[in-house]
C-alpha cells in the first residue's frame, strides 16, 4: 500500500489517463503559441523572452497535473502572454530607449587583440566562459581576433584580421594559461594574462602592465 502511494499518490487510474490526455493538449497548445511567437522567439531568447517562455511554462504545467484547473485556465493565460509579447516587441521596435533596457545592446569584448576593460568588466559572462566562445569559433590566440562582440542573445561574433595581419597575442588554450611567466627572456613577445596586452620583453623582471597594472605574463603566440 505504501508503495502504492508513493508512485501514484490517491490518483486512480481514470485520472493518470486524464493526466496523459491533457498532457499531449498542452503540448500541443504550447507548439501552437510558440509559432505565434515567431522564430526569433524560439532561437534567440532574450532576457525579455525567456520570462515569455518560463510563463508559458508554467501556465502550461498546472492543467496536466490538476483536475480543478481546465484547459481554457491555461488558453487564457497563454493569450495574455502572447498579447504582452506581441506589444512589447511593438515597443521595442519603435522606441530603442526601451529596446537597450530590456534587452541590452552588443558589447565589444575584444578590440584590436586585446581586452575592452571598460565594456568587459560591466558583462556577467567570466572570462573562461568567453575564452570557451572563443575555442568554439576555432580561435588559438587573440592576436587573431580584430573584434569581438557579446551580441544581446549570448552569443558571440568574431571578426578574423586577415592572415597577413595577424599579430602576436594572448593564446586562450588552456594549457597555455597556466604558464606564467616568473622571469621573461629578453627580446621575445608576452602577453598580458588579465587584458591581452602584448609587448616585448627589455628586462628579465616581469613590469606592470601598461593597461591594467597586473604583472601576469604569459609568452604569446602568433599562429595562425
Not at 486524464?18 to 532576457?47: D, E, N
Not at 565594456?119 to 581576433?145: A, I, P
Amino acid at each position: 500500500m505504501e508503495t502504492t502511494a508513493f508512485f501514484f499518490g490517491d490518483s486512480d487510474y481514470r485520472f493518470l489517463l486524464l493526466v496523459a490526455l491533457r498532457t499531449f493538449v498542452m503540448f500541443l497548445i504550447i507548439l501552437l503559441f510558440l509559432r505565434l511567437l515567431g522564430k526569433r522567439g524560439v532561437k534567440q531568447l532574450s532576457v525579455f523572452e525567456l520570462v515569455v517562455i518560463l510563463g508559458l511554462g508554467s501556465a502550461a504545467g498546472d492543467p496536466m497535473l490538476y483536475k480543478e484547473i481546465g484547459i481554457v485556465n491555461a488558453l487564457i493565460t497563454f493569450s495574455v502572454i502572447v498579447l504582452c509579447y506581441k506589444l512589447f516587441t511593438l515597443l521595442l521596435f519603435k522606441y530603442s530607449a526601451i529596446e537597450n533596457f530590456f534587452e541590452g545592446r552588443p558589447v565589444y569584448i575584444i578590440r584590436q587583440g586585446t581586452f575592452a576593460l571598460a565594456d568587459f568588466k560591466k558583462e556577467t559572462l567570466s572570462k573562461d566562459e568567453f575564452f570557451m566562445e572563443l575555442r568554439l569559433q576555432g580561435v588559438y590566440h587573440l592576436g587573431q581576433v580584430e573584434y569581438a562582440i557579446l551580441e544581446i542573445s549570448g552569443a558571440v561574433s568574431v571578426y578574423f584580421f586577415e592572415s597577413d595581419q595577424v599579430q602576436y597575442g594572448l593564446p586562450i588554450l588552456p594549457h597555455y594559461l597556466d604558464q606564467m611567466a616568473v622571469s621573461l627572456k629578453r627580446d621575445t613577445h608576452y602577453s598580458c594574462l588579465y587584458c591581452g596586452e602584448t609587448q616585448i620583453a627589455t628586462q628579465e623582471l616581469p613590469p606592470p602592465c601598461p593597461r591594467c597594472q597586473r604583472i601576469l605574463w604569459i609568452p604569446s603566440s602568433k599562429r595562425l
